[in-house]
């Protein structure tokens, strides 16, 4: 497989390197692998601190700035990042206010931010967890105890991220991000395996015209395998399995937010048209968009396909969400 990278060992820090030669509004430490932006103990705010393996991008490291995290902590590809990462981190973001943590639902995610968690807490930094597991395909699956965490990771960071931009004390914060997790489903398609820097191949074996359904952000196996379908036909498959979901815990009756996220290698023009037979099967179900973002932002390498997040909006949660973000990958109202 043909990559541009210089190795596969030096392919995070290389990029990182990069990403600090084109946002020079962020401090990068390439070699302890944290980013953090350079306001971030201004104006006493609480701090945001994620992090998670690189090949996602531009989750975290792209999600830095005003409106949204503080700091993020990119592992190595598909792999968590350690706690020191994130005990430095949260050093560098805190104003006194506290810093909260999101997490993704795998395992070493969790057991390594809830690690740092206590670090932070000895050294004096007031710290809250919230865990994201919006995914509704699958549960128990590869990495992960319990549902795992893709496209609302981005939901829970912006709308919190604005909320703590604002001057909201910690335990708001936290509380809104979890509510956010809450009003969220997700769902995963692969048409292709990604191949990894270190395997230089795919990393599953999917055979031409068939698709994986329900497949997470690693490539983990989803629900099931079919042959290929067209996109409307993919899209009911996606949408329905999120309402489903979503109904159980409440009738979905008002606006939500809509995510069409490419994970790696899907062309916008076909998200784009994926799109509107996204919009199609939720106007049919009587579901209003209130906001919608398409384009890649939790990816997985060179993964041909998508994911569908939904999140149930109230009028607070849109108000934040239309509040200015600035950072490398999202960005609008400044």
């Not at 309402?243 to 490419?262: I, R, S």
Request: a negative charge; proline letters at 5%.
């Amino acid at each position: 497989m043909k990559m541009l990278i210089n190795s596969p060992q030096t392919v995070v820090a290389d990029a990182l390197r990069g990403l600090a030669a084109a946002h020079p509004e962020l401090d990068v430490d390439a070699e302890a692998r944290v980013v953090v932006r350079r306001d971030a103990r201004q104006g006493g705010r609480v701090g945001l601190v994620s992090g998670g393996g690189s090949g996602h991008e531009p989750l975290h490291a792209g999600f830095v700035g005003h409106g949204m995290l503080s700091a993020a902590c990119p592992g190595e590809v598909f792999t968590s990042p350690v706690p020191d990462q994130m005990v430095r981190a949260a050093k560098a973001v805190d104003s006194g206010q506290g810093v909260l943590f999101v997490v993704k639902n795998y395992t070493g995610d969790v057991l390594n931010f809830d690690m740092a968690a206590e670090l932070a807490e000895e050294d004096g930094i007031r710290v809250e967890r919230v865990l994201v597991n919006d995914d509704v395909a699958v549960t128990d699956s590869l990495y992960t105890a319990g549902r795992r965490g893709t496209g609302a990771t981005l939901f829970v960071e912006k709308i919190a991220g604005a909320a703590a931009e604002e001057g909201a004390p910690l335990e708001q914060v936290a509380a809104l991000a979890r509510q956010v997790n809450e009003a969220s489903g997700s769902f995963g398609v692969a048409l292709s395996a990604c191949t990894t820097p270190a395997k230089g191949g795919p990393t599953f074996d999917l055979p031409d015209g068939e698709l994986e359904l329900g497949i997470g952000i690693h490539g983990e196996p989803g629900r099931e395998r079919r042959p290929m379908m067209p996109a409307r036909e993919i899209a009911e498959v996606a949408v329905g399995s999120v309402l489903e979901d979503m109904a159980n815990a409440a009738p979905v009756d008002g606006p939500v937010l809509a995510l069409v996220n490419g994970m790696g290698a899907t062309p916008l023009l076909e998200l784009y048209g994926f799109h509107a037979e996204v919009a199609r099967v939720l106007a049919a179900r009587g579901v209003p968009v209130a906001r919608t973002l398409v384009g890649n932002y939790v990816t997985s390498l060179d993964m041909a396909g998508c994911s569908v997040t939904l999140c149930r909006a109230d009028e607070e949660m849109l108000r934040l969400w239309d509040a200015p973000v600035q950072t490398a990958a999202l960005r609008w109202g400044r």
